[in-house]
């Protein structure tokens, strides 16, 4: 079983939809969460982070973490075109040399 | 400001050849990190830094061998190129080396034949 696991997709859906992302981790001492998007050809970049359970909002994208299901979630709204990437979740115990990601979610948003 | 800066973009190498995968940043950051990402498996860890002089092994080490003489730069030596090699490697830097967003570089794409 993997340590992160993570649905690859693809995921297409259409402008203007709501977009959920989800992760399942196995490592409870997991306690820093992460989001990076990745644009075909281009590295990661940080969408979102969360510490420890919990929700946070930044404009259209909401990131949910449920420690006792060892579940994190990524909810874009209102998705557009621009939105088309790769999502990665990644999480750490204590320092980002222990970080692990999933295998990212391949999202397409048609116009 | 660059940020991390990968040469070269692409590479063909033939199986027993050696290269050299360069990363710099112009940010300062102490911490940088060598992944590889490869199709369904996310983004391994091969090799870090904490600063100039100091390294260790990541999760995947096997194969690679890195140096870190300054701040800015952390290459990535492959000896004795195996198909296994073939990926995409990313290099990454960060400042504080816990709890802060990692930058990437726009990757290396590798093929061993």
């Known amino acids: 079983q993997k340590e992160v696991e993570q649905d690859p997709g693809p995921l297409s859906v259409p402008e203007g939809a709501i977009v959920s992302l989800n992760c399942t981790y196995s490592?409870?001492?997991?306690?820093?969460f992460m989001w990076y998007r990745q644009y075909s050809r281009k590295g990661p970049e940080l969408l979102m982070y969360?510490?420890?359970?919990g929700n946070k909002e930044d404009g259209r994208f909401t990131a949910q973490v449920d420690k006792s299901s060892k579940y994190i979630s990524l909810f874009i709204r209102d998705s557009q075109p621009s939105d088309s990437a790769t999502y990665l979740c990644?999480?750490?115990?204590?320092?980002?040399?222990?970080?692990?990601f999933g295998a990212g979610t391949r999202l397409t948003v048609k116009p | 400001n660059a940020g991390v800066t990968q040469t070269p973009k692409f590479r063909i190498l033939k199986i027993g050849q050696s290269m050299t995968l360069q990363c710099t940043q112009d940010?300062?950051?102490?911490?940088m990190y060598w992944y590889r990402q490869d199709p369904g498996m996310g983004l391994k860890l091969i090799y870090y830094?904490?600063?100039?002089?100091?390294?260790d092994k990541g999760e995947v080490p096997n194969g690679y061998n890195v140096s870190r003489s300054t701040t800015e730069d952390f290459p990535l030596r492959l000896e004795l190129a195996a198909p296994s090699q073939t990926s995409v490697y990313f290099c990454?830097?960060?400042?504080?080396?816990?709890?802060?967003?990692?930058?990437f570089g726009n990757g290396t794409r590798l093929t061993v034949t």
């Open positions: 990644a999480m750490s115990a204590l320092d980002n040399n222990d970080m692990r």
């Open positions: 490592n409870s001492a997991f306690q820093y």
């Open positions: 969360t510490y420890s359970s």
């Open positions: 940010m300062n950051h102490n911490y």
């Open positions: 830094s904490v600063g100039a002089g100091i390294t």
């Open positions: 990454a830097s960060d400042y504080t080396g816990q709890y802060s967003p990692l930058h």
